[in-house]
């Protein structure tokens, strides 16, 4: 059964700081891995999308790795900005069935001016 | 383009009583979902339409849920009667035929509380 981690739960940084964020998988067959950002009262906002054939995706100041081999992907934001501030899923989809997202509790994160 | 739209936004209704969420994917999007997190959980799948068909509809809870889509386009999920434990925000996204290259779009969420 997938199960998808994400370390830390939380975590407050200052301004300017560059940080990562951890999200680790059981099941290594994975299709893709996909970063969202929820803003507190909103839905969630794709951020980058990762193939397994893919090692890593970067989007302006986010850059997202992929170890299938150790369930691991990380989220590495530079420069971080007050408007970082959000909640940061991982999801991958359930083996078998594209449709279903496994989804991690997620990383809240506030960046402080 | 339109994202997915959601409505109503917030829902706040009486143990007992029903509600009918409503999901708008963008247009051209085959594949609609509907996802929920109660309060301290993670987002967990409901169900998978593809057009008007239920292609998975494993993560529904009970048959107090019942979803539809009628004509492929958009879709209800109605709760009758709601429970307590039925309060949280309720998601939907939609996809492309293929879902996996493309990956989700969500929608802002239904946020319900049942009283």
């Known amino acids: 059964k997938q199960e998808v981690t994400q370390i830390p739960a939380a975590l407050s940084v200052p301004e300017g700081e560059n940080l990562v964020l951890n999200c680790s998988f059981t099941?290594?067959?994975?299709?893709?891995l996909q970063w969202f950002r929820q803003d507190p009262g909103k839905g969630l906002t794709s951020l980058l999308l990762?193939?397994?054939?893919?090692r890593e995706q970067t989007s302006g100041r986010l850059n997202a790795s992929l170890d299938k081999s150790s369930g691991r992907s990380t989220l590495y934001i530079a420069a971080s900005q007050p408007g970082d501030s959000a909640t940061y899923l991982c999801?991958?989809?359930?083996?078998?069935?594209?449709?279903?997202?496994?989804f991690g509790k997620g990383t809240k994160l506030s960046v402080k001016p | 383009e339109a994202g997915v739209t959601q409505f109503p936004s917030h829902s706040v209704i009486e143990k007992g009583q029903t509600v009918t969420l409503r999901c708008d994917p963008i247009?051209?999007?085959?594949?609609l979902y509907w996802y929920r997190r109660v309060m301290g959980k993670e987002i967990k799948f409901l169900l998978h339409f593809v057009k008007e068909s239920k292609q998975d509809e494993s993560g529904m809870p009970n048959n107090r849920f019942l979803a539809e889509r009628t004509g492929g386009t958009y879709s209800t999920l109605k709760v009758q009667p709601a429970e307590l434990e039925d309060s949280g925000v309720y998601f939907c996204?939609?996809?492309?035929?293929?879902?996996?290259?493309?990956?989700?779009?969500f929608g802002s969420g239904t946020r319900l509380t049942v009283v």
């Open positions: 990762i193939q397994s054939s893919q």
């Open positions: 999801a991958v989809p359930k083996r078998r069935s594209q449709g279903n997202l496994i």
């Open positions: 099941d290594s067959a994975i299709y893709n």
């Open positions: 247009s051209g999007h085959d594949n």
């Open positions: 996204a939609s996809s492309p035929p293929d879902s996996l290259s493309y990956g989700y779009t």
